[in-house]
């Protein structure tokens, strides 16, 4: 059974004092409601992957590999010479504190291990020990430490209890990334097969079928045609979108989460919606059934290995060019790594939207396009009918998404679709939006059930701000563009501001697209009676 | 790994209770989860508890709770076919709870 969790009042209630301990001594302490279980061996077999065995982070052993050290330090001293980022994020930092209370966790433990800063620290004082010669001499003096089982443990905490957000980063007057630290450390304690059961499982899963959900493609499609039944009840109209069709010009991928889970699917619905009315020539691929990658918090051999499908089935398909749906994670991976894994994807052309004649030149490399630009360009274009009166009971706000804010600066165009789909739309407070924002607390695999206390911790920033809008313009809507959003922003809200639901932004599109000979629209796509046609 | 012991077999589960492998479940399995939950299984319980299992041997996935509900409304009657009457059967959540029950893996991912 996951353990309890307190109530918000006991969890708001943060303390930021310092504790009066010398953190460089290595406490292994891992909290209750703080840690995911360890992966299961079957997982960590079905990709090849090191040291599988039963384990649980609160044992006592760990039942390291004899050698674990080296291991380690091996893989270190590899990384440091492979990543020059690395090195330097080793290097460089100058312990100036603009970082420490930029983060989410930090924000909502009081835990200084938690500051982006010390969070690092735990790894670069075994950097100083074992790779600079001030370390190497000086020990503790130079800021250094050995490699023990505890120093392990708690770069496992902590490299566990960071959702790669990035936005210390912003701040870091360095450019430090501390979110690469934390992918290596993670990278690492990998080798020592230290990754959690709520990461592999979606791991193994996408490498056997092509997602994380591990959906037969006769799964994906009866979910589909699921969608397509609502869709007809509410519109009147027969949606019929293909599979693995070769030859069409669009291929499109999404996160499984929006083809499986509540309210991802309406999002789904949305996106079916809008491609039926433009009589868009596109396919979706079983097989690529998934945008999102959970290799990306594993290692980047990983990640590398669980993105090429792809690519692969846009070339089988014989597509022009990727469109992709509204996803966090999936979208730093294609924007920051594609190219450089897979690239230069020669078999593609080069984007251009069918509709509007757009070219979209900062896509022309990986031809991959999001679809908040692909909409809102439509929109631009006057090319869709739109109604956001039908969108009237809701007093939306939006949740940038930390991988696509910091990670490819789509900052506008949700914004812009929002706004000619809804009436009403507040901006949280400028400090936690756009570059800035705060993390919905449970990205980067931590949306596990058994560390609910931290996500809601990791949370609080966020539930904070959209408490502010939510007292001062009645904001009973949250709207996103991130699967890991959708499924975690629900809990954080009923927990911390309950009366806010959460949704993906092309299902408040879809809800104001007005189709051509569409029935008389009374209820929305989750099935709720539209304002004013309450009796209808 | 624990292990829960009825009917004279001794089963693998994960850490939260569900089946390490949903081939191996046994009705006398779901009857013992049930009773460490304080619940007996009535037919109408067995009624959802085969549904999923049927529906997981076909899509090797436990199905979306709308499709559960919409399912169980067209061959049992629109009266069972709500969320409410799921959650009074299993109030710990049909999601998780009644496929714990029939021995199916919990999803994972953007879930």
Known sequence: ?536 | MPTIECDGKTYDVDEEGYLQDWQIWSEAVAGYMAKQDGLELSEAHWEVIRFLRDYFQKYQIAPMIKILVKEIAKTMGTEKGNTKYLYELYPAGPAKQACRYAGLPKPTGCV
């Open chain 1, 1 to 536: 059974m996951p353990p309890k969790l307190p109530k918000p009042e006991e969890l708001a209630n943060v303390n930021y004092k310092p504790p009066k301990k010398w953190w460089q001594k290595g406490t292994a302490e891992i909290k209750e409601g703080f840690w995911c279980f360890g992966s299961r061996p079957k997982y960590l077999q079905a990709v090849d992957m090191p040291n599988p065995r039963e384990w649980k982070p609160t044992d006592e052993d760990w039942k390291l590999p004899d050698n674990w050290r080296e291991i380690f330090l091996e893989g270190m001293a590899e990384r440091l010479q492979k990543y020059r980022s690395f090195h330097l994020f080793m290097d460089i930092c100058v312990r100036c504190g603009a970082c420490a209370d930029k983060c989410h966790f930090y924000l909502g433990t009081g835990d200084p291990k938690n500051m982006p800063v010390l969070r690092a620290e735990l790894l670069r004082s075994v950097y100083r020990k074992y790779f600079t010669p001030s370390g190497k001499l000086l020990g503790k003096i130079a800021g250094a430490r050995e490699l023990t089982p505890d120093v392990l443990k708690e770069i496992w905490t902590y490299a566990f209890q960071c959702t790669e957000c990035r936005r210390c980063s912003v701040f870091c007057p360095y450019g430090i990334d501390t979110a690469e630290i934390t992918i290596i450390a993670r990278e690492l304690l990998n080798l020592l097969g230290l990754n959690t059961d709520w990461i592999m499982g979606p791991v193994a899963n996408s490498y056997r079928t092509g997602n994380h959900l591990g959906l037969e493609p006769h799964t994906i499609k009866s979910n589909i045609d699921f969608m397509l039944d609502d869709i007809e009840t509410v519109t009147g109209i027969k949606v019929e979108p293909s599979f693995n069709r070769k030859g069409a010009e669009i291929l499109f991928v999404t996160p499984s989460g929006d083809l499986f889970g509540e309210p991802g699917i309406y999002t789904c619905m949305g996106y079916l919606m809008l491609f039926h009315e433009l009589g868009l020539d596109y396919t979706w691929s079983t097989m690529a059934a998934e945008g999102g990658n959970f290799g990306f918090f594993t290692s980047n051999d990983m990640a590398k290995k669980l993105a090429y499908k792809i690519y692969s089935e846009a070339k089988r398909l014989k597509v022009k060019w990727i469109l992709g749906g509204e996803c966090g994670h999936m979208w730093r991976v294609w924007n920051q790594y594609f190219d450089t894994w897979h690239g230069p994807a020669d078999f593609l052309e080069a984007p251009v939207s069918p509709i509007t004649g757009t070219r979209f030149e900062n896509a022309k490399g990986s031809k991959l396009v999001h679809i908040a630009e692909f909409t809102s360009d439509l929109i631009r274009h006057k090319k869709l009918s739109l109604d956001p009166t039908r969108n009237d009971h809701l007093q939306v706000t939006f949740h940038d998404s930390c991988n696509t804010a910091r990670g490819m600066g789509i900052f506008e165009e949700p914004r812009y679709i929002i706004n000619n789909t809804c009436n009403h739309f507040y901006e949280m407070p400028e400090n936690t939006i756009r570059e800035k924002t705060f993390c919905c607390g449970s990205g980067s695999g931590l949306n596990a059930g058994e560390n609910m206390e931290q996500r809601m911790r990791g949370g609080f920033p966020r539930a904070n701000a959209v408490q502010y809008v939510k007292e001062r313009h009645g904001v009973n809507m949250l709207a996103n563009i991130c699967a890991i959003d959708r499924a975690t922003l629900k809990p954080l809200m009923d927990y911390w501001v309950p009366g806010v639901n959460v949704a993906g932004v092309h299902e408040l599109l879809g809800n104001a697209l007005i189709m051509k000979g569409e029935k008389e629209r009374v209820i929305d796509l989750r099935g709720e009676p539209l304002p004013g046609k309450e009796g209808a």
